[in-house]
């Protein structure tokens, strides 16, 4: 999409410790009448909806600065009338300021600047750090009791790695914001490896007494 094709004025879908990044899908389930009017009056239009964190601590909007807008490529209308949607991660913004308008959901007027690195095809070929990367997640995931289809996940590239272990990987709401907001992709792998790290050596320390 070129840059210039973005909407300046987006819907937003604010969610606590939901977030998604450019290249990844977010599977919703639209069940809210708010949101049930924001998605059909998307899919009326340009289809693009924008996700952002609520934080309890901020501005008076509760939400942080940053998101990611994305654009639905899949839905169905369930027979109690939900809406099921992919939305596909398309570019970050930074929200300028709410618009009032007589609607039951969130629209704000946003920018997106800062984040057109987002839409460039970045390579990663070091398959070292690859493997690296996903075997101390598998080890994140053993501490957290948590599984998933690693065959699937390993086949993805890694900048689509990176940011797909971004939204699914057990962190807190500001470590999900940090890494939404790291400046580079390359800026995030390094951020996640950071996070990573941590908790499997605060797992060590916890359940040894000492550092491994």
């Keep these: 999409m070129q840059k210039n094709k973005f ?5 937003v879908f604010p969610l606590a410790n939901a977030i998604f990044f450019p290249n990844t899908v977010l599977p919703l389930n639209i069940f809210e009448p708010r949101y049930k009017k924001m998605t059909e009056d998307a899919l009326a239009s340009n289809k693009m909806i924008g996700m952002i964190q609520t934080r309890q601590f901020g501005p008076k909007n509760g939400l942080f600065s940053i998101g990611c807008l994305g654009k639905i490529d ?3 209308k369930t027979p109690d009338g ?31 600047d800062e984040f057109f690195n987002d839409l460039e095809e970045i390579k ?9 990367l996903l075997d101390k997640t598998k080890k994140l995931f053993k501490i957290h009791g948590l599984s998933t289809d690693w065959k699937t996940v390993e086949k993805i590239g890694f900048d689509q790695l ?48 000492k550092l491994h």
Excluded: W
Aim: hydrophobic share 40%; glycine share 4%.
């Design 7 to 11: 909407p300046d004025e987006i819907p």
């Design 74 to 76: 899949a839905y169905s």
């Design 82 to 112: 939900r809406y099921l949607i992919n939305l596909k991660g398309v570019v970050r913004f930074r929200v300028l300021d709410e618009i009032n308008i007589e609607l039951p959901y969130r629209k704000f007027r946003v920018s997106y």
């Design 124 to 132: 990663f070929d070091e398959k070292n750090d690859i493997l690296h």
């Design 162 to 209: 990176i940011n797909s272990l971004s939204m699914i990987c057990p962190f807190s709401v500001g470590e999900k914001q940090s890494l939404l907001e790291a400046k580079s992709l390359k800026d995030r792998n390094i951020l996640i490896n950071q996070i990573i790290n941590f908790y499997i050596t605060s797992n060590n320390i916890s359940s040894n007494g």
